[in-house]
């Protein structure tokens, strides 16, 4: 079955650095992949969807790339703040092709 | 736009008791909806596909008996937790996207957090 796993649970860094967070996928060829950003007790929030024949997306401070050969995403965010401090979630959509499943998160900690 | 509007945010039941969690679009219509069970430091975990008109999909392991779904209408889903358990215990989130919108992002409510003592 799909397996998503991200590899870092927790992350923490300064304001100003960039982050980077991975998400590794196995025993799937998803068509897109998506990151979310979920703070407590919220229900997440969508940031990026990258297709399966996109190399790299960005959107403002944020990027994503999307490498199938690896079966890989790299989330990165640019100039980091504070505010960005959250659990952030890779999605692939399921074998049926309707809901996302996701991946555990990584807890991003951004210190001034 | 596509906001998922979820009721009520927080409830707290005695254990043997029935608890419903509501899921509304408010901007579009959502012939299908998502219920995830997310547990501290845990994935969202989905329980189950919500069609209107038609029955539940569920996933495997997750008893369609106790957690009954209902699609009434293109923007109402409700999930009730019937005989709730203190293991029931756990954060609720809905999520839809728009009809006709396959493959676009998903867009959740703010869930709801039952405690069951």
């Known amino acids: 079955s799909q397996k998503i796993e991200q590899n870092s649970e927790a992350l923490n860094i300064q304001e100003g650095k960039t982050a980077t967070l991975t998400c590794n996928y196995t025993n799937y060829s998803p068509a897109y992949l998506q990151w979310y950003r979920q703070d407590p007790g919220r229900g997440p929030v969508f940031l990026l969807l990258i297709r399966e024949n996109e190399k790299e997306k960005r959107k403002e401070r944020l990027k994503v790339t999307f490498d199938t050969t690896l079966k890989q995403s790299l989330f990165h965010i640019t100039a980091s703040q504070p505010a960005d401090s959250a659990t952030y979630l890779c999605?692939?959509?399921?074998?049926?092709?309707?809901?996302?499943?996701f991946g555990k998160g990584t807890t991003l900690s951004v210190s001034s | 736009g596509a906001v998922v509007s979820q009721h009520p945010s927080r409830v707290i039941c005695k254990s043997g008791t029935s608890v419903k969690i509501e899921c509304r679009s408010l901007?579009?219509?959502?012939?299908?909806m998502f219920w995830y069970r997310q547990f501290p430091k845990q994935s969202l975990m989905l329980m189950a596909t919500?069609?209107?008109?038609?029955?539940?999909?569920?996933e495997q392991g997750v008893e369609k008996d106790k957690f009954l779904i209902n699609h009434a209408s293109l923007t109402l889903s409700t999930l009730t937790v019937t005989s709730a358990h203190p293991e029931d215990s756990s954060f609720y989130i809905c999520?839809?996207?728009?009809?006709?919108?396959?493959?676009?992002?998903?867009?959740f409510g703010n869930g709801t957090r039952l405690t069951v003592t």
């Open positions: 919500s069609n209107e008109g038609s029955k539940a999909t569920y």
């Open positions: 901007d579009f219509q959502a012939t299908t």
């Open positions: 999605a692939l959509d399921n074998q049926a092709g309707t809901a996302l499943i």
């Open positions: 999520s839809a996207r728009p009809d006709g919108q396959y493959n676009s992002p998903l867009h």
